[in-house]
T-cell receptor, first 112, second 113 residues
Framework: SQQGEEDPQALSIQEGENATMNCSYKTSINNLQWYRQNSGRGLVHLILIRSNEREKHSGRLRVTLDTSKKSSSLLITASRAADTASYFCATESGGATNKLIFGTGTLLAVQP | DADVTQTPRNRITKTGKRIMLECSQTKGHDRMYWYRQDPGLGLRLIYYSFDVKDINKGEISDGYSVSRQAQAKFSLSLESAIPNQTALYFC????????????FGPGTRLLVL
């Protein structure tokens, strides 16, 4: 079963705009991660946020985590056409260290 | 050179055939994983291995088997392929000393006719 559900399923924006995607999960977690997947390719790790953190930044990426609501958001600022990809959240829980459960993904299209 | 490689990249096979997908890594990681990806379902874990002598079932292991031949090699077998095993298969690795982050191969696209 999927741990994470992502919203929206698809998002289309213009270059330069910000993109926000959300992830909800079901059980308590050790950490939550975001990955990017270009069409038909392997996933690339973007950022990890631990359960005791509320916000984290990496370049144009900003991730928030609200453990009380079991949700996370990924914000990509000043988007570029090269940001076009699918974005997945993944959670790592309990004693199952390094086992990730992935969400269903958000497909982001950035129009030039 | 890529750190995590998968062979073949594409494969077409017929129902009932046995096939093997191979994964190799040069990252020196102990932990390796096999996932399948279906449209709209994200990635689901098939099997994982935390070291050469360790094999664990994931969420959807039925119809699959694995072999960890060495620290760097982890192969996935479909004993008797069926059409609903048509999917994109990914191998991944992680470092026990760095919790969470996984590194993915480029994927194998499998079509079972």
């Amino acid at each position: 079963s999927q741990q994470g559900e992502e919203d929206p399923q698809a998002l289309s924006i213009q270059e330069g705009e910000n993109a926000t995607m959300n992830c909800s999960y079901k059980t308590s977690i050790n950490n939550l991660q975001w990955y990017r997947q270009n069409s038909g390719r392997g996933l690339v790790h973007l950022i990890l946020i631990r359960s005791n953190e509320r916000e984290k930044h990496s370049g144009r990426l900003r991730v928030t985590l609200d453990t009380s609501k079991k949700s996370s958001s990924l914000l990509i600022t000043a988007s570029r056409a090269a940001d076009t990809a699918s974005y997945f959240c993944a959670t790592e829980s309990g004693g199952a260290t390094n086992k990730l459960i992935f969400g269903t993904g958000t497909l982001l299209a950035v129009q030039p | 050179d890529a750190d995590v490689t998968q062979t073949p990249r594409n494969r077409i096979t017929k129902t009932g055939k046995r096939i093997m997908l191979e994964c190799s890594q040069t990252k020196g990681h102990d932990r390796m994983y096999w996932y399948r990806q279906d449209p709209g379902l994200g990635l689901r874990l098939i099997y994982y291995s935390f070291d050469v002598k360790d094999i664990n079932k994931g969420e959807i292991s039925d119809g699959y088997s694995v072999s960890r031949q060495a620290q760097a090699k982890f192969s996935l077998s479909l004993e008797s392929a069926i059409p609903n095993q048509t999917a994109l298969y990914f191998c991944a690795t992680s470092d026990a000393g760095r919790p969470g982050t996984q590194y993915f191969g480029p994927g194998t696209r499998l079509l079972v006719l």
